[in-house]
């Protein structure tokens, strides 16, 4: 019966006409949500008065279609404040971290996070949380006005979209958003481009990449021994 709705859903993206992008966009998320796992490859990056940067690179995988949620991510952040990096694993309900703010005891090489097992557990964790949205493939078709949007170019499997730039009542006009996804052959995108202005009036650029659609590898728990307890590690402050 799974498969059987798989498939329904797979041959309903793909018999939507390019001329309906609404139902195009949705039918690819509904594709992305039947998947258990992906590899991935993002860059966000934001030019203007406070221009910064951010990359994400790993695996995902997905608690739904009977999956457990896993990943494995590595992260590199670029701003005014300074760079970050860290790297993100998770098991199940076990979280490891990684991160160039923490001071880790000789010999670990990941701290646990037991949000009751330290203070600073809880900020980190928010941090991110918030990360993940903006790197998971949920997030790719977010920010785009759907009675905007339009599709302005289509060849093969590489499809063009603009939203916005269309007066409101008021006076009010959504800043342009431009849209590009490139799918495979069983209609999964596997590279989206999104430009779109910031609310503090600065362009966002994201380009996403993905791979090994429900085929990405098992993340692995770090071993026992170079995982820190929080209360052992020292935190930097910004």
């Given at each position: 019966?799974r498969?059987?709705l798989?498939?329904?859903?797979?041959?309903?993206?793909?018999?939507?006409?390019?001329?309906?992008?609404?139902?195009?966009?949705?039918?690819?998320?509904?594709?992305?949500?039947?998947?258990?796992?992906?590899?991935?490859?993002?860059?966000?990056?934001?030019?203007?008065?406070?221009?910064?940067?951010?990359?994400?690179?790993?695996?995902?995988?997905?608690?739904?279609?009977?999956?457990t949620?896993?990943?494995?991510?590595?992260?590199?952040?670029?701003?005014?404040?300074?760079?970050?990096?860290?790297?993100?694993?998770?098991?199940?309900d076990?979280?490891?971290?990684?991160?160039?703010?923490?001071?880790?005891?000789?010999?670990?090489?990941?701290?646990?996070?037991?949000?009751?097992?330290?203070?600073?557990?809880?900020?980190?964790?928010?941090?991110?949380?918030?990360?993940?949205?903006?790197?998971?493939?949920?997030?790719?078709?977010?920010?785009?006005?759907?009675?905007?949007?339009?599709?302005?170019?289509?060849d093969?499997?590489?499809?063009?979209?603009?939203?916005?730039?269309?007066?409101?009542?008021?006076?009010?006009?959504?800043?342009?958003?431009?849209?590009?996804?490139?799918?495979?052959?069983?209609?999964?995108p596997?590279?989206?481009e999104?430009?779109?202005?910031?609310?503090?009036?600065?362009?966002e650029?994201?380009?996403?990449?993905?791979?090994?659609?429900?085929?990405?590898?098992?993340?692995?728990?770090?071993?026992?021994?170079?995982?820190?307890?929080?209360?052992?590690?020292?935190?930097?402050?910004?």
């Open positions: 019966m498969l059987a798989s498939l329904l859903l797979v041959l309903t993206a793909c018999s939507v006409t390019p001329a309906d992008p609404v139902a195009l966009l949705d039918g690819w998320r509904e594709v992305m949500r039947q998947q258990k796992s992906v590899r991935l490859d993002v860059k966000i990056e934001v030019g203007g008065k406070h221009p910064h940067e951010q990359a994400y690179a790993g695996v995902l995988h997905f608690s739904g279609m009977g999956g949620p896993q990943h494995d991510v590595t992260a590199h952040r670029e701003s005014r404040y300074g760079t970050i990096d860290y790297r993100s694993v998770r098991v199940q076990d979280d490891y971290l990684s991160h160039s703010d923490l001071t880790l005891p000789p010999g670990k090489e990941f701290s646990g996070m037991g949000l009751d097992d330290a203070l600073w557990v809880g900020a980190l964790s928010v941090e991110l949380s918030l990360a993940q949205q903006a790197y998971a493939p949920s997030g790719a078709f977010s920010g785009i006005d759907r009675k905007t949007l339009r599709l302005t170019e289509h093969g499997d590489r499809y063009v979209f603009a939203a916005g730039g269309v007066p409101h009542s008021g006076g009010y006009t959504n800043g342009d958003v431009r849209l590009v996804v490139e799918v495979d052959d069983e209609n999964r596997v590279r989206v999104r430009s779109a202005p910031t609310v503090d009036e600065q362009t650029r994201l380009t996403a990449v993905y791979s090994q659609w429900s085929t990405a590898p098992d993340v692995l728990r770090p071993p026992q021994e170079v995982v820190a307890k929080p209360k052992d590690v020292v935190v930097q402050r910004r």
